[in-house]
């Protein structure tokens, strides 16, 4: 499980300022890509998100 | 003894000084109107003769009022001006300043090599325009022979009462702790090689006296038993509980060898050995679990500040792939502020981790698991929340009690454990632990109340503080 932080200051370092959604917005895009491939990507609540590989 | 009797002899001390000075005031004093009388009825006596000189015509009862049987010497001298009129010249003088015509004033001095008391007056006589010296003196026998015979009459009453006081008290503390020498040895004829018995003393036959002691070692009698009781309880259900996954092991173990591995039963027994391997794992890592919790004892020890969110959410984080695997949606629900509690972060996590166990094994399947941090008034609340069939109001208290399972068909299997280690672990931080039905629906309300962390209980809570409040 990669924490949401983390995700938030790798994919955009310190100084840009960062919108709320702006993540998810980039992890919705992620998953269409993905799925068709058979990669998950899972949203744990609260905690962060999960890549699953089936 | 010796320490009750040290009192009684200061106090014996301190009466035998005042008694002393008393004595000898008493003594001084009608010894001294003695001499007083002498000196008056010589001064009586003084006359001025038809040649203009002071006579004095002795009376003999002057100086005999004043015999005694101690063979005090007696001496008188009348002087006037300077000049001796009668009796011993060199007889020591009072200090003629500070006298007082006509009064009579007492002075210690030494004569000849003795003590003596001198009482002297000045008088006028008519004639004369100086007043006349009379001093009557006697040495101190007589009055020392009184004053030690009082003393000695003194010490010897004090004596005896001082030994009355220490009798007494011998008495007395050996017939006060009479009943305590009973009970020690009702107390000692049960410590019994091989079958120390732990029945609460028979209180009537405990003498009044005793009866608080007696009273409060049976209390810690019960205690005991009740402890060792458990104790036993536990060793039997742990060893029951070690038997069963053993038992399986060895029935797998024999088909692996009877068939083999390469058979359908030989694979089905190695899967079998497999499950029954992990459920003794877990079953030892939560007796150490259960043993650690105990042995530390009291709450409130070795207590740190501890971020309740970050420990819960690292946790959760740590069981999501257990929880996907079982099919369960898991959710934590946190401030972004740290959520700071007075507590131990690994005992903690160990809370967090029990619950949320539970609350992924006993899921119904494809329900979901949240996990709740938020502060409170008073302290943080942790809740975990689950979906499965909960617990009867009945069983609410029972399951926490070690080993205790609650009778159902086809649910998973388990230790009896989880909780009980939850509410050990609670006890020892200081925290409450209450389960609840899951509101608009079935399923368990987990609920552990976190005491909160005192703002300036340790300089280590301090900077704890001020790391996470730096912004990042």
Redesign the interface.
Known sequence: ?V?KERLISEVFGFDEPVAPNALELYVARLRKKLEPMGPQI?T?????Y?L?TR | MLNMLLPAAALAAALGVGGWLMIRNVVEAAHDRLLDGSVLAIAERLTVDEDNEVTVDLPPVALGMLESQAHDSIYYNVTYDGALVTGYQDLPQPDLTRQVAGETTHSDAVYRGNPIRVAAQLRRVFGKPDPVLVEVAETTNARRAIEYRMLAALGLLELGLLGLVGWLTWRGIGHGLQPLGALGREIDARSVPGAISLKPIDLSAVPREALAPAVALNALLERLEQSIGAVRRFTADASHQMRTPLTILRTHLGILQRRGIDTPEGRAALDDIDGAAKRLERLLAQLIALARADEGGSAGDETETVDLARVAAAVVAERVPQALAAGTDIQFEGPEKPVPIAANEVLTGEIVANLLDNAIRYNRPGGTVIIRVAGAEIGARLEVEDEGPGIPASDKTRVFERFYRIPRKGGPEGSGLGLAIVRALSDRLGADVRLHDRKGGTGLLAVVHFRGAVAKASPRADTEVGVIGRPV
């Open positions: 499980v924490p899972r744990i609540r609260g905690i962060g999960l699953e």
